[in-house]
Each structure stands twice: as C-alpha cells, then as structure tokens.
C-alpha cells in the first residue's frame, strides 16, 4: 500500500529475465553431484581474493543492490537427534537435503553482502561456500560474532545450489536452519576441538560467570550469554543460579531478546522479595514487548521496595504513560511531530491504542476491521506503533527515485520485485521473531494468500522461523510511509504532488492489516514517525466494516486502479468500481473529449474561458448517472476547485460558495446551506477524505465570514479541522500548517 513496485524499472526486467535464466539452467542440473567443485586452495584463493576487493572502494552509483528471495522451501522442522550427518562431497544440486545435516567449520573470515559468507570445511577436509540469509545487520551484531574463523556450526536439511556466479554454494534462508554449536558440545569432533580458538570450555560456575560478567564489560553480549550458559550446567547453589540468570538478562535485554531476559528474571515465579536488579530489568523486557499494565505492576514493586532507587522511578512515569496511551488513545500529538522530525529512525516511544474495533469474517474479502460502536468522522480508530518498521532517509530515497542507486527485494518466484525498505523489513522481521517467539503469533496470523506454512512454531527448544511466510505477509501487508504526513500534506497543499505518493520507508501494522481496501472507503491513515494514525472519515454505525485506500482511486484509470489490486489478488467490487465497469465506452469516450476541451478552456492564455468551462462541467457531471453520493464524481471536483479558489480571489462569495458546494457533492458529500440562504450549513454525510478538502472547507469559512455568517463559518473552520485530523493523523499542527 503505496510502496515502490520495481516492475516499472528497466534494471528489474533486466535483472529478471537473468535471474530466471539462471534459475532455469540451475533447475536443469538438479540432482547432480557436480565434478567441477574448486579444490580447497582454488576455493580459499578466490573467496579471500574477493573478502579483499569487497574492502575497496567500488563505485557502487550504478548498482542495484538486491535480495533475491528464490523458490519458497520450508525450514527444517525435524529434531536434531533424527537428522542423518551428511557431507559436503555427497550434496546434490538443487536439493533440500532433508532428514540430513552438515557439520561445518568455517576456514575464513565472513564477508558481508547480502548475505553473510564464509568458506566451511567438513571432517572430510572439503569446502564449500555457505550463504546465511535474514542475519542481523552489521550495526546490531558484527558479521564476526556470526561466524568468523574456526566457528563450528551445523546446517540442518542443507540446500546446495548453483549461484548466480556458476559457482556451487550452501544458500541458508531460514535462520533456525543453523545451530551454532557452543564449545562442549559433544557433537563438535575430537578433531576441531584444539584448534578452537581462545575457548576454555571448562569452569566452576562462578568462574564461568565472572568471563560472562566480563564480556558483559566489553559489550560483547552473545558470547557473554554462552559464558552464563556455560556456567548454568555446572553445579551451583540456588542462589548462585539465581545470580547468573539475572546477569544473563541483561545480555539477552542488549541483545533485545526480550523473552529470554524476561524468563531468566523469574518474572513469572516472582517470590514476594526479588532483588532490584531483576524487578527492574523484568520491567525493562515487559516495556520492549509492549506488556505496559505488567511493567507498571513491576515497577510500582520496585518503587515500594527500593525508593531510593531513581532509575526505577522514571521508568515508571514512562511506563504509566505508556498505558495510558494504551487504555485512552490520548496522545501527546505535538511532542510526536517534533520527535518524529529529529529521532533517525523516527521510532517514537508510544504504545498502540487499539480503538473500538474487532476482526470478523467478512462475505468475501476474508477477515475484516469493525467499529464495535458508532463512531463520527475524525474519531480515532487505531493509533498503532509499527510491529516492525524500515526507514529510509529522504537522502537515499532521493537516489533511489534517480534509480541510480536502487535497493530491491525480488521474488523469483511470484515475479514481483519492491523498490525501498522491504528488504531490511524482511530480515529485522525474521530476527525479530526469531528473538521473541511471543510477538510472533500477531504477525503470523496475517494474511499470506495460498502460501502454506509450517505449524510447528518450535524444535529442540529453539523458535522456527519461516522466512517465506514472513515474505509472503509482508507482501501482502506492508505500508509505505512518510516520516510525517503533514509533510505529505503540505506538498498537496503546496501544489508540489497532487497524487498520492509511493514511499521508500515501510512497515507492517498488524492491527491496521485487517482493514480491507474500498474506494470509497470510510476511513484513512496518516503517519507520524513509525506510528499509524487510522481516524473515520464519516460517521459509521456500530458493526460497520472499516475500509481505506491501498491506492487512492483519484487520478487513475480504473483500469489502471484495478492492475494495482492484481497485487493483492482481488477485484474491487465497489459502488465507484462497479459504476466504471458498467460505464459504456462512448461515455467514457466522450468524457475523455469534455476532459480534454476543459483543459484547453482553462489553459486559455487570456484567463479561463469561462462560458466553455461551465458548459463543459456541466456536460462531464451529465456523464455520471448514478446520484454522487452513492457513486463520487472523480473527474469533477479538480476543475471545480480551480473556480473556488479563481472566486475566492475575485471575492465573489456566491460563486465561490456554489463551487465549494460543488466539490463536496462531486466528492459524495450531501451538504446543506453551502450558500447565502438562511440554512445552516452542515455536512449531512461525509463523501471521499481528500487533502484539497481542507483548503475547499476553508474557502468556505471564509466566504461565510464575507456575509457575517460566523456560525455557519465556525462549523465551515471545525470540519476543516476534522477533514486535517484524519489526513494528518492530529490537529495540533492545524494552526502552523494553515496559519
Ligand atoms: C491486508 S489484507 C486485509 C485483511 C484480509 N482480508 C485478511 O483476511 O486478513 C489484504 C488482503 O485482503 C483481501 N482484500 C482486501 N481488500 C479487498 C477487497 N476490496 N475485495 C476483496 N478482497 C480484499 C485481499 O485478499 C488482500 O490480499
């Protein structure tokens, strides 16, 4: 939902058909045992040949950095203890390898690229090249603390595969398809062992835990959650375990495994006394999860017992926040503006507000959003805090819009490509999930079209994540994203984009996912930072299906509108689809003609030929048949703002008040008193949310003003103000947006 599709790029053609090719030919050799694989030293020449150059400065301006996702395979959901050993002379090409595994030793360094690579031996001295897909970037944990020489780890069901480049290699998708085997395991061979480098494998528990305490020191916190693991199977007392999982919290708290830490706190055993440290970094996990009531209970512990503890206090004031956004859905709109514009990302401290909604079955568009009761236009629906969110920065967008540098996620397999963020959402999702198994039912329950996923969530104690089904949702899902839609507001009103713009930042909400697209939709999202603002654009009774745009059905086609839906698999069925499908082609001809005569009556050098122009919009309303309520008038309200704002000038406040009525009907409003009569004005029913409603409403108050009509202008300036609401997302900004 207006994120960048790469088909409109010639690279992504291009990169496709070879991608295809490729993947043809490799097809062609399934099952194969290759003869031509490079011997050792050939292998180890060439990769530390390319780890060097890949430090060199490349000119990368061209370059169309991307994350091919290749035909969908599950992860392995086998037990270990049922998985056979394997060898890397015995791989067969193109085939999962499954009931299998490989013991692995990397004799490299790792070279970051898309993937992260390294050259592996087996205990057969053969080599290969693997590829671990969906890692952590390079800021959250370096590539060496995910393998690096002398790391020893297994890769379950191994898929052998022919690259890109010809060369033969391990492709690993699905992180929980590899087990880093910690020093003392028994599977490592006696072999590998003494060339483990600087492992001492033995300890009591304490000294164990004081190497945890410091890699802790060094900020060096997985290797720090393998001393205290260490340390946790040597005998200890009670109180010395109870020691060592709350140090290993803090590790899993930096490692933003929330979970774990939140377990080896003894959160849900908590006796009557726990020590400060645990209640506090309890609470520290349950706020990162979003559990804010249980964080507040936490916290209001630790206050009674420990006052003299300052930290714990201004925790809590965030946390009490926190819920409170949580139960109200009252926001400090003005601070998140500000906050959204300085933080890089702009993830805002917020916690979601979930309005009166409910998911339910709909006839048939699957699930869908419901007002639980009668809501009015404006009133907040969801205020939801991103489950996952990519930003990327106007600077890079910039570039990409040039397509000289461009970031794309490609799918082989159901040929569609993005442009932006996709690719960093896909891996932080999957190691999101794979850190914090809780918050994955949210996300696995969204809709991910046919694609059939595993069910088993778990094996050996270790989460299972599918990182197809994450690409499928996030298809299916994903919002693009402005930093802040005031600024997408601006540039509507600025006259600098009059379409609905596609962004390079996304995300996914997993709340707003249930909402179902309609064109005449009667509710829209506006963003601030990585929060999505859902506010009604009309008054909806209790039970009423909440709808948006996924595209904006302004300025296109409806052909064109419907090419956009082949995305997501359905056919718009509604009321302003329905219309244009039955509309016949001699009117859709003869409106294409009065379009193009209009543009020409408006264009007139000497002014806009006035006479033509009413003709004209007045035979284009006489093409519409079904009353504009029911079916909106997209052609007419455009050209009918120009005359508003054309009247506006010339202070004609009746013609100005009979162009804005215009508009509104145009857009589906039934309005009344939009004019010099003694009515009150009052919108009766709302019509289609657009950004131009804002300067139409305004318009309108200051005609009214013009005539002395102030109450009807007060009502004209409060609809202004609920038409900016639900745009923008806020109306504290009104007054410095409309000064
Ligand atoms: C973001 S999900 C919306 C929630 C989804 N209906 C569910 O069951 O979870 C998008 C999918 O919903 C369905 N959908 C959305 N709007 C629709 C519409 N107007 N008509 C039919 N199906 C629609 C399509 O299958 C689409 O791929």
Redesign the pocket.
């Known amino acids: ?1 207006n994120v960048h599709n790469a088909a409109d790029l010639e690279q992504y053609t291009q990169l496709m058909s070879r991608q295809r090719l490729t993947l043809q030919k490799a097809k062609a050799r399934q099952g194969q045992r290759p003869r031509d694989r490079r011997s050792r030293q050939d292998a180890y020449s060439k990769f530390m040949l390319s780890l060097m150059l890949s430090g060199r400065q490349r000119d990368d301006r061209h370059l169309i950095h991307t994350s091919l996702i290749p035909p969908s395979y599950h992860p392995c959901i086998a037990p270990l203890a049922e998985l056979r050993p394997a060898a890397i002379r015995d791989l067969q090409l193109e085939i999962h390898h499954r009931g299998t595994y490989l013991l692995l030793r990397s004799i490299t360094p790792p070279q970051r690229m898309t993937a992260i690579m390294a050259l592996m031996e087996d205990k057969k001295d053969d080599v290969v090249l693997l590829q671990l897909y969906q890692q952590e970037d390079e800021i959250s944990l370096e590539a060496t603390k995910i393998v690096n020489i002398g790391t020893i780890l297994l890769v379950k069901e191994p898929y052998f595969k022919v690259m890109g480049d010809g060369e033969y290699g391990l492709r690993v998708d699905h992180v929980s398809d590899v087990v880093h085997l910690k020093e003392g395991n028994t599977m490592i061979p006696d072999e590998w062992r003494p060339r483990l480098i600087e492992i001492e494998t033995t300890g009591t528990a304490e000294s164990l835990k004081l190497r945890g305490n410091a890699a802790v020191g060094e900020h060096r916190y997985r290797d720090a959650i393998t001393e205290y693991s260490n340390a946790l199977k040597q005998p200890a007392t009670a109180n010395q375990i109870e020691v060592i999982k709350r140090n290993r919290s803090l590790a899993y708290l930096k490692m933003k495994q929330f979970d774990a830490a939140l377990s080896d706190t003894g959160f849900s055993t908590f006796t009557s006394t726990p020590s400060d440290k645990a209640l506090f970094r309890a609470a520290e996990a349950l706020y990162y999860l979003g559990r804010y009531s249980e964080c507040c209970e936490v916290l209001e512990v630790l206050h009674t017992n420990f006052p003299e503890n300052k930290q714990a206090s201004e925790v809590l004031a965030r946390a009490r926040s926190r819920f409170l956004e949580q139960k109200t859905g009252k926001y400090n709109f003005k601070y998140f503006q500000a906050k959204a514009k300085k933080l890089q990302p702009p993830h805002l401290d917020a916690a979601s507000y979930i309005g009166p909604v409910e ?1 339910k ?2 006839q ?6 419901f007002v639980t009761k009668a809501v009015k236009a404006g009133d907040l629906l969801l205020c939801e805090k991103a489950f996952s969110h990519a930003h990327v920065s106007d600077r890079a967008a910039d570039n990409a819009g040039s397509s000289s540098e461009v970031t794309m996620l490609v799918n082989i397999e159901t040929n569609q490509g993005f442009r932006g963020g996709q690719a960093d959402l896909l891996k932080s999702i999957v190691q999101s999930l794979y850190r914090n198994p809780s918050l994955a039912p949210a996300f696995t ?3 991910h ?1 046919p694609y059939e996923a595993v069910t088993t969530s778990a094996i050996d104690g270790e989460p299972v994540v599918d990182t197809f089904l994450v690409e499928r949702i996030i298809n ?2 994903v919002f693009g994203c402005p930093v802040s839609s005031v600024i997408s507001h601006k540039n509507v009103r600025d006259g600098k984009e009059m379409k609905e713009k596609a962004h390079h930042s996304c995300g996914i909400w997993t709340q ?7 064109c005449t939709s009667n509710a829209r999202r506006a963003f601030i930072g990585d929060m999505m603002i859902v506010r009604a654009t009309r008054d909806m009774e209790s039970g009423t299906e909440i ?1 948006f745009w ?1 595209h904006s059905p302004l300025g296109a086609s409806a052909k064109a509108e419907q090419e956009k ?1 082949k ?8 009321a302003i689809c329905q219309d244009s499908r039955d509309t016949k082609a001699a009117v859709a001809a003869e409106r294409e003609k009065v379009m193009k005569n209009l543009k020409r009556a408006y264009e007139n050098p000497l002014g806009i030929q006035m006479r033509k122009a009413n003709k004209l919009l007045e035979a284009l309303n006489n093409t519409y048949i079904r009353p504009a309520h029911e079916v909106p008038r997209l052609l007419l309200w455009d050209p009918l703002l120009v005359l508003v704002r054309m009247y506006a000038k010339q202070s004609d406040v009746v013609k100005c008040l009979d162009s804005a009525s215009k508009v509104l009907t145009s857009l589906g409003f039934i309005v009344v008193g939009a004019d010099t009569s003694t009515t009150s004005f009052a919108v009766v029913k709302w019509g289609l949310m657009i950004d131009q409603l804002v300067e139409t409403f305004l318009h309108l108050k200051a005609a009214f003003v013009a005539i002395d009509a102030y109450d009807d202008a007060a009502r004209a300036d409060e609809y202004a103000r609920t038409a900016y609401k639900t745009l923008v997302g806020e109306d504290t900004s009104f007054n410095t947006t409309y000064v």
């Open positions: 939902m998911v079955q709909t048939s568009k699957g699930r869908g959003l329950a969204l809709y079209g299916f899902n707003a996912s249930y909402i179902n697209h309609s709808t996924y839906f995305h997501w698999d359905f056919v718009c069925d509604c």
